[in-house]
């Protein structure tokens, strides 16, 4: 039984682990941008059509994209923008129109905004229609620094106060345009960036690690109750 406490603890501290990361590269944000309520940097303020466009280009020609995994709302993960379990088109059977995206965009749910869905793929693909492509305007805005913006209470809070529908909250495009926010300048953007990567680097290797500590707890378990 002591092993198997052991490799609960290895599980346990690999988890805590994964969730400081996330907790660390919004006290950067904090850290190189500060509050962007209060822009106490002083940096120039513009509005969401200088900072980025809606790239939303949809397609219902699921013989040429059928073979593109699909982002549904439901894979995305609050907060972190996660993208797990998706399946391609063809595999779900899609027939009704999905936006394109790819490794330049950001996919924002535009359905339940308080839930924070935002998400940076590393693959080409077809999201819901109840998402948003977001392409940064280039030599303005980063698609790191936005994407971690949108995340911000400072959007947040915007966009849950002028999102329409009460049963389901939803936030449109000209809301979304209404935004004003800070523009650090693109060097820094960039400095932003190299760092996410690097953090985002570690929790990967923080995953491969949790992913054998489980495995070797499930080992154990076998061994001892099998």
């Not at 924002?108 to 305007?137: E, H, Q, T, W």
Request: hydrophobic share 35%.
């Amino acid at each position: 039984m002591a092993k198997l406490d052991r490799a609960q603890r290895l599980i346990d501290i690999d988890r805590e682990m994964l969730a400081k990361y996330d907790e660390l590269i919004q006290s950067v944000f904090l850290e190189m941008f500060g509050d962007p309520v209060r822009n106490e940097k002083g940096w120039e303020v513009k509005s969401f059509d200088e900072m980025a466009i809606f790239d939303t280009n949809m397609t219902s020609d699921f013989e040429k994209y059928g073979d593109l995994l699909h982002v549904g709302i439901g894979n995305i993960e609050k907060d972190t923008g996660k993208i797990s379990n998706c399946k391609t088109a063809k595999e779900e059977g899609i027939t009704s129109g999905k936006y394109l995206f790819n490794e330049e965009h950001i996919i924002y749910s535009k359905i339940r905004p308080y839930l924070n869905k935002v998400a940076l793929p590393n693959f080409a693909g077809l999201c819901s229609a109840d998402a948003y492509p977001i392409k940064p305007i280039n030599n303005v805005t980063k698609r790191t620094y936005l994407a971690y913006l949108l995340r911000s209470e400072c959007f947040l809070d915007f966009i849950s106060k002028h999102s329409t529908r009460t049963n389901i909250p939803k936030a449109n495009k000209s809301q979304m345009k209404q935004f004003e926010g800070i523009v650090p300048p693109i060097d820094i953007q960039n400095q932003f960036e190299i760092i996410v990567d690097k953090i985002n680097n570690e929790k990967d290797e923080t995953k491969i690690g949790l992913k054998k500590s489980e495995e070797l707890f499930s080992s154990l378990v076998q061994g001892v109750f099998g």
